[in-house]
């Protein structure tokens, strides 16, 4: 399917367990027997679209990642476990850095720990066709837009209305050139909360968004631990995600 095409994915596990109120990082917390980054490393080891991956973790977290991960569950694709930065963004440009050549990259949150192989296909499929692309879900629900006041300013049309999640990926070489060309702007990483951001104020370049899943959630809150587990039992696919090596 993807011929000579190379694909790095790039998971960010820089994550602290503050809003968890745990001292464990949220990304090494368990789930279903296993730490949460484990399913979507497990997702993309797996993936024949997937070539290999880099892992960034927060920079006192490093030796951890490769022993408690790494090595403890004999990850084979892993290209390295980079140290991350202050911000996403930094984390995300330590982990360009580290993947090398490569054609395309994803780059995924480790706290998206239901991920799927149809997910990483749409991904890569879109990023072929239009070089940048985010995995999302058009919203359930209707979504005001408020000023500082919380008074209600306009409600968009939710048709047009998605929720953003990762992975997203891009062409390697335009996504590199956006966070090093960001970098020499001043204040050219106000307000950027993910990568579709930097390739557009970098260089003009839209993404697409392609379907993610509704179960692709993000684990923020120990709600949401409980949240992603009971999704995993009941989802047939991921059956196939609890055995162990």
């Known amino acids: 399917l993807m011929g000579d095409v190379h694909c790095t994915a790039v998971v960010l596990a820089g994550g602290s367990g503050s809003r968890m109120r745990t001292k464990v990082a949220k990304q090494y917390l ?17 993936s024949p679209l997937i070539r290999d991956i880099v892992i ?27 140290a991350g930065g202050a911000e996403r963004y930094d984390s995300v440009y330590a982990g360009l850095k580290a993947c090398g050549e490569t054609d395309y990259v ?13 997910i990483v296909e749409r991904t890569v499929e879109g990023v072929r066709r239009f ?20 008074v209600v300013l306009t409600t968009p ?61 993000k684990v923020t809150t120990r709600e949401d631990l409980v949240t992603a587990e009971a999704l995993m039992r009941e989802t047939v696919v991921t059956e196939a995600v609890l055995p162990v090596w």
């Not at 070089?131 to 919380?150: E, F, Q, R």
Request: glycine content about 10%; aromatic content about 8%; some cysteine.
């Open 30 to 46: 368990e789930i279903g027997g296993y730490p949460l980054i484990y399913y979507s490393l497990r997702c993309f080891e797996k």
């Open 56 to 82: 960034v973790a927060s920079a006192d977290g490093v030796d951890y990642c490769r022993r408690e991960i790494v090595e403890r569950y004999g990850f084979e694709k892993i290209r390295t476990v980079a």
């Open 106 to 118: 994803l780059i995924h949150d480790s706290a998206r720990p239901l991920v799927d192989e149809g």
């Open 131 to 150: 070089d940048a692309c985010i995995a999302g879900m058009p919203s359930k629900d209707t979504v005001n837009l408020v000023d500082d006041a919380g």
């Open 157 to 217: 049309d939710r048709k047009k209305v998605w929720i953003v999640q990762t992975p997203q990926a891009f062409s390697f070489p335009l996504i590199l050139k956006a966070h090093e060309k960001l970098r020499t702007l001043p204040g050219g990483m106000e307000g950027i909360t993910d990568d579709a951001m930097v390739l557009g104020k970098a260089l003009g370049i839209p993404s697409h968004m392609v379907e993610g899943s509704y179960q692709n959630i």
